[in-house]
């Protein structure tokens, strides 16, 4: 009997496993794909000579992480690559805000915007360098970080205190405003704010698009060389060295509750698989709560929450094997790891609106990879490996473009957006359809059977506004990754602080079961769990 079972092996799951490894526990994970990795997996199913990641690709909050940095994976075989720029975001008269991981560079694409504004610049990443590492410390530490918190406000006052506070909660569109005379630093900010589900006009916009560009500029948006499954393959690789066990094709139906706490997990197959000290689910909070728990086990008041709990837009994407470097009308873009295509910040307010309204978007703000630019073994020598992701409605009233979408995203459907998506490309870069060789589209519906918890596309385990995060998530009153349900903790983004490959949610469930302390001995259902685990017979407690 492993002490630990963990639903699910994405990366908050394997990072969870591996440090109740590190502990001494003996710990189980149980995944019901195929392979691992959750959100973090790439193929060659474009074309075989293009290595194509199926979801997730730039990893600036895996690099930042001081979770994952304690791992310590480039010892089993993670190595990371850079594009020669960060971002770039063209626009169709020429210009082009770009992204640098160095500064003066990233200063000079924004001067060119407006006169100053570089140094407007540097003053955004002069804060970042003052607050940047408590920050995140706080960030990924269990909510509410008292230690790193207590330092984060330390440094916030002696940076401005609540002049400070008050613009990390502004929205971009203001942000922007008060801090460029010129378009290329609102770009660059709103591009990144559009990373999260978060419109130029919504409240705390503003300091997660500084977030995002603040680690782009300070540590890049570098790939795992090979492929984002690389990074799996390392988190892996380092549980198995350390005695865990990674069990595939294993969907968990049910978590098991005996006299209020979580004794194991029942499998699609009807095996009992006993837990000796915890449960830990990197599943989406609804699916905890909604499917895998029976409801008699839980309060009436989170259920009454979870029905108020809010998703993250839905996601539509598209894989290219191109024989040929992307035709970039300007030169920004060309050695661009990503590159954000929207004609302009109205363009982006424009399209959040559109969506808003249950509309598709007939100028999906696209962020577009450019995947050989940023790690030479993706594809062959003069050609890419490219995909683009667009948001769309989760639930979908009309079409804002002509071709009548309706969202049942059909095999009609899919390609009609397809080809939007590449008429928004063909606007930035003239030529582009030309270079394809082969393409795959992955609608929302397609990216939830590959990895259950991206429902209906949605990439961040839940929305990122202000209203369901903190002590919001995944609902009011919570904020931790503990249960109602004793020995069972939510270990995926669906709890603080959220989405993004970092590994925190993993982490802080991980210590958390560490800290409970452990009954005096085997509970009348884990014996019963544990003879039927080995007979494969009921025992006579669990009939």
Same mark, same amino acid.
Request: proline share 7%; hydrophobic share 40%; with cysteine.
């Given at each position: 009997?492993?002490?630990?079972?963990? $639903?699910?092996?994405?990366?908050?799951?394997?990072?969870?496993?591996?440090?109740?490894?590190?502990?001494?526990?003996?710990? +189980?994970? #149980?995944?019901?794909?195929?392979?691992?990795?959750?959100?973090?997996?790439?193929?060659?199913?474009?074309?075989?000579?293009?290595?194509?990641?199926?979801?997730?690709?730039?990893?600036?909050?895996?690099?930042?992480?001081?979770? %994952?940095?304690?791992?310590?994976?480039?010892?089993?075989?993670?190595?990371?690559?850079?594009?020669?720029? =960060?971002?770039?975001?063209?626009?169709?008269?020429?210009?082009?805000?770009?992204?640098?991981?160095?500064?003066?560079?990233?200063?000079?694409?924004?001067?060119?915007?407006?006169?100053?504004?570089?140094?407007?610049?540097?003053?955004?990443?002069?804060?970042?360098?003052? @607050?940047?590492?408590?920050?995140?410390?706080? !960030?990924?530490?269990?909510?509410?970080?008292?230690?790193?918190?207590?330092?984060? @406000?330390?440094?916030?006052?002696?940076?401005?205190?609540?002049?400070?506070?008050?613009?990390?909660?502004?929205?971009?569109?203001?942000?922007?405003?008060?801090?460029?005379?010129?378009?290329?630093?609102?770009?660059?900010?709103?591009?990144?704010?559009?990373?999260?589900?978060?419109?130029?006009?919504?409240?705390?916009?503003?300091?997660?698009?500084? *977030?995002?560009?603040? *680690? &782009?500029?300070?540590?890049?948006?570098?790939?795992?060389?090979?492929?984002? &499954?690389?990074?799996?393959? /390392?988190?892996?690789?380092?549980?198995?060295?350390?005695?865990?066990?990674?069990?595939?094709?294993?969907?968990?139906?049910?978590?098991?509750?005996?006299?209020?706490?979580?004794?194991?997990?029942?499998?699609?197959?009807?095996?009992?698989?006993?837990?000796?000290?915890?449960?830990?689910?990197?599943?989406?909070?609804?699916?905890?709560?909604?499917? !895998?728990?029976?409801?008699?086990?839980?309060?009436?008041?989170?259920?009454?929450? #979870?029905?108020?709990?809010?998703?993250?837009?839905?996601?539509?994407?598209?894989?290219?094997?191109?024989?040929?470097?992307?035709?970039?009308?300007?030169?920004?873009?060309?050695?661009? &790891?990503?590159?954000?295509?929207?004609?302009?910040?109205?363009?982006?307010?424009?399209?959040? /609106?559109?969506?808003?309204?249950?509309?598709?978007?007939?100028?999906?703000?696209? =962020?577009?990879?450019?995947?050989?630019?940023?790690?030479?073994?993706?594809?062959?020598?003069?050609?890419?490996?490219?995909?683009?992701?667009?948001?769309?409605?989760? +639930? $979908?009233?009309?079409?804002?473009?002509? +071709?009548?979408?309706?969202?049942?995203?059909?095999?009609?459907?899919?390609? $009609?957006?397809?080809?939007?998506?590449?008429?928004?490309?063909?606007?930035?870069?003239?030529?582009?359809?030309?270079?394809?060789?082969?393409?795959? $589209?992955?609608?929302?519906?397609?990216?939830?059977?590959?990895?259950?918890? %991206?429902?209906?596309?949605?990439?961040?385990?839940?929305?990122?506004?202000?209203?369901?995060?903190? =002590?919001?998530?995944?609902?009011?009153?919570?904020?931790?990754?503990?249960?109602?349900?004793? &020995? @069972?903790?939510?270990?995926?983004?669906?709890?603080?602080?959220?989405?993004?490959?970092?590994?925190?949610?993993?982490?802080?469930?991980?210590?958390?079961?560490?800290?409970?302390?452990?009954?005096?001995?085997?509970?009348?259902?884990?014996? /019963? !769990?544990?003879?039927?685990?080995?007979?494969?017979?009921?025992?006579?407690?669990?009939?």
């Amino acid at each position: 009997m492993p002490d630990a079972v963990v $639903i699910g092996a994405g990366p908050n799951g394997l990072v969870a496993a591996n440090l109740l490894a590190d502990a001494g526990w003996s710990v +189980e994970v #149980l995944e019901e794909q195929p392979e691992p990795g959750g959100a973090v997996r790439h193929d060659r199913g474009v074309h075989p000579d293009y290595v194509n990641d199926l979801f997730s690709s730039f990893y600036p909050l895996a690099v930042a992480s001081p979770v %994952l940095a304690a791992l310590r994976l480039q010892d089993h075989g993670l190595r990371w690559s850079h594009a020669p720029h =960060v971002l770039a975001h063209p626009l169709t008269d020429g210009r082009c805000a770009v992204l640098d991981r160095g500064v003066d560079t990233t200063a000079a694409s924004l001067d060119a915007f407006a006169p100053g504004d570089g140094d407007a610049w540097r003053r955004l990443y002069e804060l970042w360098e003052r @607050l940047g590492g408590d920050l995140m410390d706080a !960030l990924f530490a269990p909510f509410p970080p008292v230690r790193a918190g207590v330092r984060l @406000l330390a440094r916030l006052r002696g940076a401005g205190g609540l002049r400070v506070a008050r613009t990390m909660l502004l929205p971009v569109r203001r942000m922007g405003e008060e801090e460029f005379r010129g378009e290329g630093g609102r770009l660059l900010l709103a591009g990144n704010a559009l990373h999260a589900d978060l419109a130029p006009e919504s409240a705390g916009s503003g300091g997660f698009g500084w *977030l995002m560009s603040m *680690l &782009g500029q300070s540590h890049g948006f570098p790939v795992p060389v090979g492929g984002s &499954g690389a990074l799996t393959a /390392a988190l892996t690789r380092r549980l198995h060295s350390r005695g865990g066990v990674l069990r595939c094709g294993e969907r968990v139906d049910q978590v098991v509750v005996h006299d209020g706490r979580a004794v194991g997990v029942r499998t699609a197959g009807g095996a009992l698989v006993p837990a000796r000290r915890a449960v830990l689910a990197d599943v989406s909070a609804p699916d905890l709560y909604g499917r !895998l728990v029976d409801p008699a086990e839980l309060p009436d008041q989170l259920l009454a929450d #979870l029905r108020r709990f809010q998703w993250d837009f839905a996601t539509f994407k598209v894989d290219w094997a191109l024989d040929g470097p992307v035709p970039w009308r300007t030169e920004g873009p060309v050695g661009a &790891g990503t590159v954000h295509l929207a004609d302009g910040f109205d363009e982006l307010t424009r399209f959040t /609106a559109q969506i808003a309204m249950r509309q598709v978007p007939d100028r999906p703000f696209t =962020v577009f990879g450019q995947m050989t630019t940023a790690d030479a073994t993706r594809s062959p020598l003069g050609t890419e490996s490219a995909w683009a992701y667009t948001h769309v409605p989760r +639930e $979908i009233t009309g079409d804002a473009g002509e +071709e009548g979408l309706t969202g049942a995203w059909g095999p009609r459907e899919q390609e $009609i957006m397809a080809d939007r998506m590449e008429r928004q490309v063909e606007r930035f870069a003239p030529g582009f359809r030309g270079r394809v060789r082969a393409r795959r $589209i992955l609608a929302p519906g397609t990216l939830q059977s590959l990895d259950r918890n %991206l429902d209906t596309g949605a990439v961040n385990g839940g929305t990122t506004a202000v209203h369901q995060q903190l =002590v919001f998530r995944p609902v009011p009153g919570t904020g931790r990754p503990e249960t109602p349900v004793a &020995g @069972l903790f939510l270990a995926s983004a669906g709890a603080h602080p959220g989405g993004g490959v970092h590994g925190a949610p993993g982490a802080n469930a991980a210590r958390a079961a560490l800290r409970r302390r452990l009954p005096p001995g085997l509970s009348l259902a884990q014996r /019963a !769990l544990a003879a039927r685990d080995r007979t494969g017979r009921r025992a006579p407690s669990d009939r």
